[in-house]
């Protein structure tokens, strides 16, 4: 730890995070910082901050102000800067308000979710548009994020950017309602494990023991004890030659792990480079998997030279899948959502999302070979190892997978 | 060099800079990217960009808008991000507008100055504003500058926050021109040096044979040579000891050189400490002065324990003064500019701008002792090793300078 | 270019490198430090210092000591710290004396090896090893160079050290001379290039306009523009999808690409990650391949979803080959060194190196579908591409390699 | 903190500290690795280590040898690289041999004194010097040290040239012991504290809430409730002016606070800039001086531009002094060791050690000036600080001190 040279004094929660883990109690710790909540839940440290409440910063001012809606105790920060006047210049807008999209709605459960829907409307309408057209926003969260469906890329945005260009504010009131209620979201387990502890308050990670280089026979080993493998490497490399049982997150897409792996076990890793081991570990712990045992050493290639049992997954190209799919023994398994299936797959294809295979797997029909697909290969990737795992080894991961097959001007089907 | 991850393709000069070397041709240089100026004047590298032409970047579009007046050929950019929308998301202002404050046009000389003043008017008023309170303004200058009057310590700010709370912008378009043609501004003497290296293309820095460490014998034969000394040390450690015709600019203002010092004559370094070296080597090429010969190694104290001839410069407290003011040989040289002094003044103080002193030493009342002050101390040591050069022994510098006069309750004169 | 806080004075040279570009004449450039070569060859820069020439540097005395043996200019340079006495301290002893290991003697061609064997016993036995066993040795190379045959993986060593357990000094004069004259090495092709530019001095690199990130149609249009693809991920990754025609040459071992790519073409490269760029670029020109063109970005998964055309190479485990083995259509082709493999390789297995494979196509027997090994796996999967290059496609590449099978105890034959 | 790519599997110790606080604790405490001691004295954490224990790391072996003398716990650890051979390579000696120079044997007080440099004797010639000429050492402290007297600046040495140049070892063992037993040593104060720290296992620091930037008067406020200040810029800058009661420690000697400020208070700080602040804040916590409340922002400036209470304490230069001496009321005092006034000082100096000043007030003449020295100025700036705090104000310290006044040819006295 540095010694800072900017003084931290407070720490702003916008709400409870279900995604990642939150370091506001890592932080007040080590800078004496007081972190300040919205209303609810009620969480195991930290103070509420109030309506309306200010806080002087230098020659800034911020001012909470409640918007609820994506949860009940959703708070904004507004600040101004008061050099230059009384027009707000900045809202911190956490989950209420992103860049083309609105926060989630579905956290209360069924019953809540229209109200929850409203509140929100409200929240957005009363308390943030009228801020004014010039309010800079920077939200919570940016592309990509489970917490919204359609949050662009770009990370910041306006009031008035988002008055004129968000599609979910162009509809009225009673038409917001009905799109917030009916939305799909996906639910990953893991979000359970990130609203208790963020509400309990995490303890700090990465001061502990660090985890161990292992060489093969060590990592052997911890596997015979319980440990489970994540194998981070790209799902080509993965297929090429893997140890038996792995799941495969490639580390561009970390938070798969979330989907299946439990609490409860240690995990091992296998990386695709020394170097990324303080990005996946620390990328691992912020979802609350910190039981971190050790990696494999210097690289799976030790393995490999071990003589260690190493298993295989097919990886075909989109012409080869068309191929195969002219005999009647191969379907393909598509693993993205609902919502991803029915913009556009392949003819005859079979629907179950990657984060529900587990639990799903007698849905699979018997006797037929699998092609495994998502939109670029990653999540299939992860599915096959799931399905590796439950014994279920006539299957391949598409490379380049939908994106492929689309691309390569193949017949797509959008009934569903 | 590293190799880039991200690929320059455009470099977008808003306007012709007077106050530092660009680094376009350097950086185009290394990166195989087409650089883009206004119309005028007429650079001697790059290419004119037209106006409204636009430039595709992945899924944002740039488009310049010619906004004449702080120059003739001043361009803003503005970017619009199609994946959400048509409104345009973000402009790069330029010299033309800033936060709270907005482009000087005393460039094109007095006769000029009418003229550039109500084209600035239009450009900010028919194309800036125009584009939505929603964009967010990514000026060229922050707080500080002399680009500027009063530009404010934000760093950004949208066209609604300029709207409503620039002060300039608040006033009807005759009062824009008058305030615009007779507002005060300080023209130091190295603008002229930077206009003709961005019309030239300034050489790139940093590639040539590196400035040297040097022992004090060394550094006197340097001196001895034709050196010119700059002694970047606060001000207290200055005036305790330094060497004999050393100009002191401090590292925080290092600017200051730019008001007195020849292009012509080597430089070389008297350093607060041997890290600062890339620092201060740095700053100085980026206001022309490149031609640096090597720095006093370790620090000033080898110089002191060599027993090399040391002077000093008489620092003393606010009360200090206060107390010398009673008796007679003694006079404030105010070196703040002639706005500053307006605004409050040690009473009977001299007013000669720090970047016009060498010019007007006549004007020095023979006889006195001078109390040399500005706001905290910085330019007043500057001043003062330009009068130590010129002979003028009788004077000390005030630490903490009016702020500390103001803050100790000493009575403050406003007259002019 | 960061300005230093240490002043380079002098660059020494301990001789004429043959395996990777020397940085002496930018590092001058960019210092101001003057460079020395020993008398042999001619050099068109830098001067040429004499035998026991000595250079003060603070406290220390830096002597020139000519140790010719490896090339007839070979210089080891002696430090002495005069502020504790007249021993010497430290040698830095070049490709001369190495750690457990000695120069190589064969550049000069075989009619000279005899004579430049006895002179590197003389500058060893006469000139290193009466230094005393007090004096601490840095060589210019470590473990894995082909600068030597068996140089230790530890970095620092003494003459004592080296006296009591280097294995070569442990010979007779005459066994010592035997010895190199009839030791084994490799000569890759770009050592003839990298003689070239030491001698000649190589232009600086990373100061021209940087490689391009290229989109899957742009990196298409190198290749078909005649770019040859440079795949830097490691062989699993390789076999499980490649572009036709690309080089796998894995970061851990870029050096292969000097035995087999021209260096009149440019290359493209395919990266295990982005941030590889920077590392897989600056080794690249360190042998000499400064004509980078580009690279897919973002990763090589943009080139499986665009459906362009992809190949695999199979990937096998040691025991999925002993079982082919059993088949008369399988034979193994093991491109590692001659000493390598008579120390331990599978029975009927053929021999050639990599480097010679492009050379040697013709010795491959018709009709016989090729497992190609090494030692782990990496230069065999180096070996593939240029296999499948030339249109030879039965082929697959071993996990592990031969480290693999003899793990997995299988039968080892050493007849050679 | 980063998540290690090496891993540390032990903490060896060769002794226990007295000049800092060891981190063995909180580096295991991150690793898990065990921490080894030698057998006294009785530390509260960690186990000890058995005279030749064995350590296999990888190909190389580490084996602890008891070497007392310097403590009775003294442990040395040699390291063999078993792939070379069986000549040992590197050994970390600790306290008992440095480069030129051999421990300290007064840590046991008077009556231990001669028996503990035989025992150091012991260790040095049959149990060191027996590994070899060949081993490199790897000592515990460098040059500068108040672990040695005499410690030469680089900082790897062998045992060879250790044999042949140390002085102390070319000493007959009587003359060796003799010498011992007489050497002069300073035992600063924190000593003391450090032994304690070292021996019960200090906390670690660090993580606890960082100190505050302050500003002026939340500054002053530190101060009226018990905080020390201390002030870390150069001497110069200090005279110029600085806060009534702060001590001056400069940053290039931050361990002088060692010598006279107590741990019982809250230490607040005065930084030379504000990037200073993790070196001073970690250095002043590596002796034991974590209760660091927070520290003057932006810098020194605010306080004068506050108009707070400044005090100024006269540089001169050594012309002044002479200037001064030919008058009755000025007197050197010279807070260098004995040992250095005794090689050459002012004639009828004072020589009052500075880390005893504070006890010694009294042997100050009354009614005279005192001119302070050291060899550059920096502790006798400190010195001048607790003069100033004891009331005593009519001082000055001398730029370059003894150093300036030698250059300078002025007069030289030997006779103590």
Redesign the interface.
């Known amino acids: 730890?540095?010694?800072?040279?900017?003084?931290i004094r407070y720490v702003f929660e916008t709400h409870r995070n279900q995604d990642y883990v939150v370091g506001s109690l890592e932080l007040a710790?080590?800078?004496?910082a007081g972190i300040y909540h919205g209303s609810w839940p009620r969480f195991n440290y930290g103070k509420i901050v109030e309506d309306e409440q200010k806080f002087p910063i230098g020659?800034l001012e911020l001012k909470a102000i409640y918007t609820p809606g994506h949860t009940l105790g959703c708070v904004s920060y507004v600040v101004t800067?008061l050099?230059?006047?009384?027009?707000p210049?900045l809202a911190f807008t956490g989950d209420t308000l992103f860049?083309?999209d609105v926060g989630r709605t579905d956290f209360g459960g069924p019953e809540k979710r229209r109200e929850w829907s409203e509140r929100l409307y409200e929240s957005i309408f009363q308390k943030l548009l009228p801020l004014?057209?010039?309010?800079?926003v920077l939200p919570a969260h940016g592309g990509g994020s489970l917490c919204g469906s359609n949050i662009?890329?770009?990370e910041?945005?306006?009031?008035?950017?988002e008055?004129?260009?968000n599609p979910v504010l162009q509809l009225s009131r009673q038409k917001f309602i009905e799109f917030k209620v009916n939305e799909h979201h996906e639910y990953p387990p893991y979000f359970r494990m990130m609203e208790k502890l963020n509400v309990e308050g995490a303890r700090p990670f990465?001061?502990?023991?660090?985890?161990?280089?292992l060489n093969p026979s060590e990592f052997k080993n911890e596997i015979s004890q319980g440990a489970l493998v994540v194998d981070t490497?790209?799902?080509?490399?993965f297929?090429?030659?893997h140890i038996e049982g792995s799941y495969n997150a490639a580390m561009a897409m970390l938070g798969l792990v979330g989907w299946a792996l439990p609490y409860d076990k240690p995990l091992i890793l296998i990386l695709?480079?020394?170097?990324s081991?303080?990005y996946v570990?620390?990328n691992l712990a912020r979802i609350g998997y910190d039981n971190l045992r050790g990696y494999l050493t210097p690289?799976?290639?030790s393995?490999?030279?071990?003589?260690l049992p190493?298993q295989?997954l097919e990886?075909i190209?989109?012409p080869d899948l068309k191929e195969r799919l002219c005999h009647n023994d191969w379907i393909v398994l598509d693993v993205r959502s609902r919502d991803e299936w029915i913009r556009g797959h392949v003819k005859d294809s079979l629907n179950i999302y990657f984060g529900q295979l587990e639990k799903r797997l007698e849905e699979l029909p018997t006797g037929r070979r699998l092609a495994v697909m998502c939109e670029?290969?990653i999540r299939a990737s992860f599915a096959c190892s799931i399905l590796l795992r439950a014994g279920i080894r006539k299957i391949c991961n598409v490379?380049?997978?939908m994106?492929?097959?689309?691309?390569?001007k193949y017949p797509i089907d959008k009934t569903s």
């Open positions: 730890v540095k010694f800072a040279k900017v003084q710790g080590e800078t004496g020659a800067d050099e230059s006047g009384n027009a210049v860049v083309d004014g057209d010039q309010v800079i662009a890329d770009r910041v945005t306006t009031i008035g950017l008055r004129r260009m990465g001061h502990g023991p660090s985890l161990r280089a490497r790209a799902p080509p490399a297929g090429a030659g695709p480079h020394q170097k081991l303080d570990a620390r690289s799976i290639v393995w490999y030279k071990s003589a190493t295989q990886m190209t989109a670029s290969g490379l380049g997978g994106a492929a097959w689309k691309n390569a």
